[in-house]
């Protein structure tokens, strides 16, 4: 767990992201786990959905905690066939994450942000872990993925 956490801390620290990264004791695999176990409002979160395409390239799809990404909506804003939910050991081989600590920046993907994301001044994200967060400037997060603003809930 502690690698996953450096592999994320180094990212921020070496790309200038002002974010704040917060180790928690219980598990914040979903949105409701870690909005009790910090005391925040669900609405602050967002979930990164990893799908691939059929050449098998990562498509991280962010949307609000509350939301649900649109496969076909991902498929039309990319002009592609419609990517399929990657299973736990893609997710771990394409981003260097666990399903359920997967953050919104720090690996090779292709970004797409829901603009609902944008309409937040700052959001938690997945931390590395599943034992972790990132709170971060919306704004932040974008410069760090470079993501696409495109409507990808369903």
């Not at 790309?15 to 602050?44: F, P, R, T, Y």
């Not at 979160?45 to 799809?61: G, H, T, Y």
């Not at 909506?73 to 666990?98: C, M, Q, S, W, Y």
Request: aromatic share 8%.
């Amino acid at each position: 767990m502690e690698n996953y956490h450096y592999a994320i801390n180094s990212f921020i620290a070496e790309n200038n992201i002002g974010a704040i990264h917060l180790v928690l004791k219980e598990s914040c695999h979903s949105v409701q786990d870690a909005a009790i176990a910090i005391n925040v409002s669900q609405h602050d979160f967002v979930k990164n959905i990893c799908l691939l395409d059929n050449k098998e390239q990562l498509i991280l799809a962010i949307v609000k905690g509350e939301d649900r990404v649109s496969t076909t909506r991902v498929g039309k804003a990319l002009n592609i066939e419609r990517p399929r939910l990657a299973t736990e050991d893609e997710i771990l081989a394409h981003t260097g994450f666990p399903a359920g600590g997967v953050p919104s920046f720090g690996f090779k993907a292709i970004f797409l942000v829901d603009p609902k994301v944008t309409q937040l001044p700052y959001i938690y994200t997945g931390g590395g872990s599943q034992f972790s967060l990132i709170k971060v400037e919306t704004n932040s997060m974008l410069q760090a993925n470079k993501g696409q603003v495109i409507r990808i809930r369903k």
